[in-house]
């Protein structure tokens, strides 16, 4: 089970991010779980927003390059360990991790993960039969 993630490129410099926030806030986009990495030059924003198409289509509009990925969403139990049970089924199926980030959305309850991975299918019937679920999204969290 996959949901969309939007990706915008950002050059590595002061107030860019903000550009993206201020243009979301604007077209009243919910951001549920991010993430932002970085180079030397540019930097990656991967986020789960309520609504990925029209967040795409307002930062297109202010001329930022973005893209729409399927990645996974994972619930896991928010303890010591939650992870480590995920990235050892990850491993044991042979899945490769490209990236991932995490989310909760109240303490002592489920927390959420955010995982692109080499295999797809591999990744999910590992998981299933782990017990461990995905989530179709986190955006009604």
């Known amino acids: ?26 077209a009243g986009i919910d951001i549920r779980a991010l993430s932002l990495a970085d180079t030397k030059d540019f930097g990656i ?3 789960i927003v309520r609504d990925t198409e029209k967040a795409q289509a307002a930062m297109r509009e202010k001329g930022f390059m973005s893209t729409i990925t399927k990645v996974m969403c994972i619930g896991m139990d928010d303890h010591p360990g939650g992870l480590s049970a995920i990235t050892e089924v990850m ?3 042979e899945v490769n991790i490209d990236y991932l980030y995490a989310c909760i959305t109240e303490i002592g309850k489920d ?12 990744a999910e019937a ?3 039969a782990a017990g461990i679920h995905t989530v179709a999204s986190i955006t009604e969290l």
């Open 1 to 26: 089970m996959t949901t969309k993630q939007l990706s915008i490129f950002l050059e590595n410099k002061p107030g860019q991010l903000v550009r993206v926030t201020e243009t979301l806030k604007e």
């Open 91 to 93: 491993a044991k199926a």
């Open 111 to 122: 927390a959420y993960i955010v995982m692109h991975v080499d295999d797809e299918d591999k």
């Open 126 to 128: 590992a998981l299933t």
């Open 45 to 47: 924003v991967r986020m």
